[in-house]
T-cell receptor, first 114, second 114 residues
């Protein structure tokens, strides 16, 4: 069965430092991978996606993610964190070899410390 | 929030009463989804629709029903609300090409069942 795991419930990073939010996935076919961000009392907002092609994907607000097929990972990164990046981040996977619904991870809360 | 509205935004009800949540979109997207968000569980798919009158179950569909009589509206009904259905409910849509693309989320409905 397809699944996605976010091993860290919370990540704390000092402002200005690089940040990484981890995601690993398990699918039987080709993965379609997504990152979403949720600010307090808001719905999820799309950040970026990997469908095919370059393993480094660039998205909104300076975020990027690296697809690693051998490690089945899709970690979210940013070179220099801002306090405004503090939010809840969700990784998601869609496996088109199955029923092509999206499966979301449980989320990682990112705290950027001033 | 990408032309998606949800109503009501907040609702408090009592166990055993019927509740209907409405999702309305102005994007003419074919696919619509209902999720619930609970701490420690991330987002879980309740039901989804791939066209007018075409719906299917998600992973947590027990106790919920849906209807879609028009492209722009997707209704979620709790026939007899229970306390375990206290949650934040999100509607999402995806574009006419549907399965390969990201979802756009509404602002959410916070439902409390007493």
């Amino acid at each position: 069965a397809q699944s996605v795991a976010q091993p860290e419930d919370q990540v704390n990073v000092a402002e200005g430092n690089p940040l990484t939010v981890k995601c690993t996935y398990s699918v039987s076919g080709n993965p379609y991978l997504f990152w979403y961000v949720q600010y307090p009392n808001r719905g999820l907002q799309f950040l970026l996606k990997y469908i095919t092609g370059d393993n480094l994907v660039k998205g909104s607000y300076g975020f990027e993610a690296e697809f690693n097929k051998s490690q089945t990972s899709f970690h979210l990164k940013k070179p220099s964190a801002l306090v405004s990046d503090s939010a809840l981040y969700f990784c998601a996977v869609r496996d088109l070899s199955r029923d092509d619904k999206i499966i979301f991870g449980k989320g990682t809360r990112l705290h950027i410390l001033p | 929030d990408a032309g998606i509205t949800q109503s009501p935004r907040h609702k408090v009800t009592e166990t055993g009463t019927p509740v209907t949540l409405r999702c309305h979109q102005t994007e003419n997207h074919r696919y619509m989804y209902w999720y619930r968000q609970d701490p420690g569980h991330g987002l879980r798919l309740i039901h989804y629709s791939y066209g007018v009158k075409d719906t299917d179950k998600g992973e947590v569909s027990d106790g919920y029903s849906v209807s879609r009589s028009k492209t722009e509206d997707f209704l979620l009904t709790l026939e007899s609300a229970t306390s375990s259905q206290t949650s934040v409910y999100f509607c999402a849509i995806s574009d006419p090409l549907g399965t390969l693309n990201e979802q756009f989320f509404g602002p959410g409905t916070r439902l409390t069942v007493l």
